[in-house]
C-alpha cells in the first residue's frame, strides 16, 4: 500500500443559506463558453458545506474545499473567509421599502 496525496478541489463561493446546523449552502457561478455559438452563459451549482463553528453567515464570499464524505450530501467544508458579506437580508428589506 502505497499513500497517495491527491490534490483536494478548491472553489470560492458565497453563501445563500445558514439555517442549518453547522452547514452551510454556498453558491458557485461560472461562466461556460458554448461549442457551436461562443456565446458564453451562467451555470450555477450549490453545495452543501461544513462549517464546524457556525461562523460564517449570509452574504459571505468563502473558499471552499473537498473532503471525505462527511454526510449523505457534505463533502466540502470551508477553508477561509474571503470576503464578509456587507449587506444581511433584513437591511436590504429596509431599503427596498424605503424607495
Same mark, same amino acid.
Given at each position: 500500500?502505497?499513500?497517495?496525496?491527491? +490534490?483536494?478541489?478548491? &472553489?470560492?463561493?458565497?453563501?445563500? #443559506?445558514? +439555517?442549518?446546523? @453547522?452547514? %452551510?449552502?454556498? &453558491?458557485?457561478?461560472? =461562466?461556460?463558453? !458554448?461549442? %457551436?455559438?461562443? +456565446?458564453?452563459?451562467?451555470?450555477?451549482? *450549490?453545495?452543501?458545506? !461544513?462549517?464546524?463553528?457556525?461562523?460564517?453567515?449570509?452574504?459571505? &464570499?468563502?473558499?471552499?474545499?473537498?473532503?471525505?464524505? =462527511?454526510? %449523505? /450530501?457534505? *463533502?466540502?467544508?470551508?477553508?477561509? =473567509?474571503? @470576503? #464578509?458579506?456587507?449587506?444581511?437580508?433584513? /437591511?436590504? &428589506?429596509?431599503?427596498?421599502?424605503?424607495?
Amino acid at each position: 500500500m502505497t499513500n497517495q496525496i491527491t +490534490k483536494k478541489r478548491r &472553489l470560492t463561493g458565497e453563501i445563500v #443559506s445558514d +439555517k442549518m446546523n @453547522k452547514t %452551510r449552502v454556498v &453558491l458557485i457561478t461560472r =461562466l461556460k463558453k !458554448h461549442p %457551436r455559438y461562443q +456565446k458564453f452563459y451562467k451555470i450555477s451549482q *450549490r453545495f452543501k458545506v !461544513h462549517d464546524e463553528k457556525n461562523e460564517f453567515k449570509i452574504g459571505d &464570499l468563502v473558499a471552499i474545499e473537498e473532503t471525505r464524505p =462527511l454526510s %449523505r /450530501e457534505k *463533502r466540502w467544508r470551508i477553508v477561509e =473567509l474571503i @470576503k #464578509s458579506g456587507v449587506k444581511k437580508q433584513s /437591511e436590504e &428589506l429596509e431599503q427596498d421599502t424605503d424607495k
